[in-house]
């Protein structure tokens, strides 16, 4: 039996909460990356991706541990 790799891109939909005086002000830190990124309230793993292209593995693999994989659990994976 052959193993085959699938690459799927995952489109997140991250919610953050910003303090700021007005709306142009809080558009205003959208635009220049200048928020909190801890003050996340919602995230969401939007369901209509697909698996975009599958390929043969020419040579041995390491599958990732759940130790490696703690940084993208917010990705839903």
């Known amino acids: 039996m052959r193993q085959y790799l699938i690459q799927q891109s995952v489109d997140v939909a991250v919610t953050y909460q910003v303090d700021a005086n007005s709306l142009e002000e809080a558009q205003g830190l959208v635009d220049s990356g200048d928020y909190v990124n801890e003050q996340i309230i919602d995230v969401q ?10 390929s043969e593995v020419e040579h ?3 599958v990732m541990t759940e130790e490696q994989l703690k940084p993208y659990r917010i990705l839903g994976l």
């Open 60 to 62: 041995w693999t390491a």
């Open 45 to 54: 793993v939007l369901p209509w991706d697909k698996p975009w292209d599958v």
